[in-house]
């Protein structure tokens, strides 16, 4: 009878250490850098940006990412604004991308100075001084 209580005992006690450690991971927030980033050309003014994380990458992070690449793109490409929108990706060559948090945008570039009081505008320079250093791009 002993042996039996202490057997469950045992059991209990990793059963919930198992639980503890699991919720704890889960109810801290990553900062850890995005692991894939990459982008496509499709236009002489218009490309894709994709971040892809690690499972405990916060979208916070990947939303960073996906901006930050977007402005230095903007700029190696020769130009000074962009605009960004929502792209969505059919492609299921990796699967276990959509189990991690990730990302797409579809970038619209212009030359020029930024017009007054334009939200959906954004200035290169100020998001990449903004966001700091580059990713590299694959």
């Given amino acids: 009878m002993n042996r039996v209580l202490a ?31 990459t982008s496509q050309r499709l236009s002489e003014t218009t490309f894709t940006v994709t971040v892809v994380g690690e499972f405990d990458t916060s979208q916070f992070v990947i939303n960073d990412a996906l901006m930050r690449q977007a402005a230095e793109r903007t700029l190696s490409f020769g130009y000074d604004l962009f605009t960004t929108r929502s792209y969505p990706t059919a492609d299921s060559a990796d699967l276990l991308a959509s189990y991690k948090p990730h990302g797409t945008l ?3 570039m212009s030359k020029g100075a930024k017009p007054a009081e334009s939200a959906s505008i954004y200035d290169a320079r100020e998001v990449s001084q ?3 250093r580059p990713l590299p791009a694959g």
């Avoid at 503890?20 to 692991?35: D, E, F, Q």
């Fill in 7 to 37: 057997a469950a005992a045992v059991a209990a006690a990793f059963g919930l250490s198992g639980c503890a450690v699991m919720s704890g991971n889960l109810a801290m927030p990553s900062s850890n850098a995005p692991s894939v980033v």
């Fill in 106 to 108: 579809l970038v619209e």
């Fill in 130 to 132: 903004r966001l700091g």
